[in-house]
């Protein structure tokens, strides 16, 4: 049997209605998890490593040596894979990875991490944010306990330039998009902020 499970979140500073559910399948998100940021680990791979075969290396176009009456081993080129400078048996290749994901089973992983870190997520107005100073931003966060010992990911509609300039010499703060948020930045997280618009965003693009 499978259990809905709904969250709601609200606001910590503003009047602004911001709910928003996350309806998971009990116990059926977990190992989506581990299968998205297996994607994304796969997906980052550049693929160039290379070796060559026996037929790429130069050289070896001649028989070192004949084939009976010296005594030692068979050999019709110097660049066997068994010689020194020879080639590469089942060496690495460039490749592409490619590894599937449907949409469905990365929402559901979203939604699953967002439940499963529900008491370290706080929603708080967007326009406090947009601070001009890296000081008046660092005292906000304290403002609401949020501390910067650890972790933070900061999940905004859309990124202001005073939003940037203030957060980009913070150490431990990672600046996101509500549109591209992934498993991989939440799980690096230890606490998640996430703004009002953002928060609609999210289950607008995750939660419907």
């Not at 601070?131 to 005292?139: S, Y």
């Amino acid at each position: 049997m499978t259990v809905q499970k709904i969250v709601t979140y609200s606001s910590l500073n503003t009047n602004e209605e911001c709910a928003i559910e996350l309806k998971v399948l009990e116990n059926s998100g977990n190992y989506l998890i581990h299968k998205d940021v297996l994607r994304h680990t796969v997906l980052g791979k550049q693929g160039t490593r290379s070796t060559k075969t026996r037929s790429e290396v130069n050289g070896g176009g001649r028989k070192p040596w004949r084939q009976k009456g010296t005594g030692r081993a068979r050999a019709g080129s110097n660049r066997s894979p068994l010689w020194r400078g020879g080639g590469v048996i089942f060496g690495p290749k460039p490749k592409i990875g490619n590894f599937k994901l449907n949409q469905k089973e990365r929402n559901l992983a979203l939604q699953t991490l967002l439940y499963n870190n529900r008491n370290n997520i706080s929603v708080i107005s967007e326009d406090i944010l947009n601070v001009q100073k890296t000081k008046e931003f660092i005292g906000i966060l304290k403002t609401y306990s949020i501390s910067l010992d650890k972790k933070i990911l900061i999940v905004v509609s859309k990124k202001t330039k005073e939003l940037f300039l203030s957060s980009r010499n913070v150490p431990n703060v990672e600046l996101i998009l509500a549109s591209n948020l992934n498993t991989f930045s939440l799980l690096k997280a230890y606490q998640i902020v996430i703004t009002v618009p953002a928060l609609n965003n999210i289950k607008e693009i995750y939660c419907d």
